[in-house]
């Protein structure tokens, strides 16, 4: 039995990016570029959102799902059209995964992280996936790009201090300690050192079976990224060109060169 929808989370840089495009790789499966869509639908805390406007006003929604997703949304005669916040989630991302004749949908985004509880209460069955990487790379990563022509308002991960950088880091982690038992935690450094053993495990957690195609996601992985999400400008910025190389194990090391000891000390 499948255990979907899947959701993937977890602090930025830790990954999600590489894990969305393996699994989107699969045959049967569908993972649109970041919506936020949880942080939209919880704006005002924990009170979900009423729908009665037209999600295609949300310009997030409109690049991640796609125009015509959205606008077939809004065509929905009024009686027809979901109003749940559950179904609305439900309708957009079916609706998106049948677009592409895949059966089962997930979602990522990384900040998503903060509504552990409410996607598992929206979705009791879904599967959340936490991708847990070593924080000192993560850190060195929020670091390595602050100084970027790329950078814009968006990339709120981007740090210009140590300081501010384990602060970031601590607040996209510490959502979830005490929600354990409501996520999967797929490594970082397994995945990347043991691609194939590791997702053959989360195939066989998810109940789905692997197809080697996951391990070639980067030869689609530019037209899985779009524009004002991950690409600017019709390219990837310098923190999204891993997404089309190979699996690099270096990746796992690299902030080994970048942190001096009294970061590390600072860190730890």
Sequence with gaps: MSRFPLFIVGPPRSGTTLLRLMLNAHSGIAIPDETSIFSWIYQWGNIPRIFRGKPSRNHQLVASLGREV????????????PRKPRNVVEWLFSSYAKQ?????????TPAHVMYIRQIKHMFPKCSIIYMLRDP?????????YSLSRERKIADFWMCDTIEAAVAQYAKYSAPAVGNESLINIVKYEALVNEPRETLEML??????????????YNRFAEKNLVESISKRNGHLPDWKRGAEESINKNFSSRWQNELSHADLLYIN
Aim: aromatic fraction near 16%; charge should be positive; proline fraction near 5%.
């Design 100 to 108: 592409r004749q895949k059966k089962y949908w997930g979602e990522k």
């Design 70 to 81: 959205m606008e077939a949304f809004d065509s929905l005669p009024w009686l027809d059209r």
């Design 203 to 216: 195939c066989a957690l998810l109940g789905f079976p692997f197809e080697r195609g996951m391990l070639e």
């Design 136 to 144: 000192r790379a993560i850190i060195a990563s929020y670091l390595r």
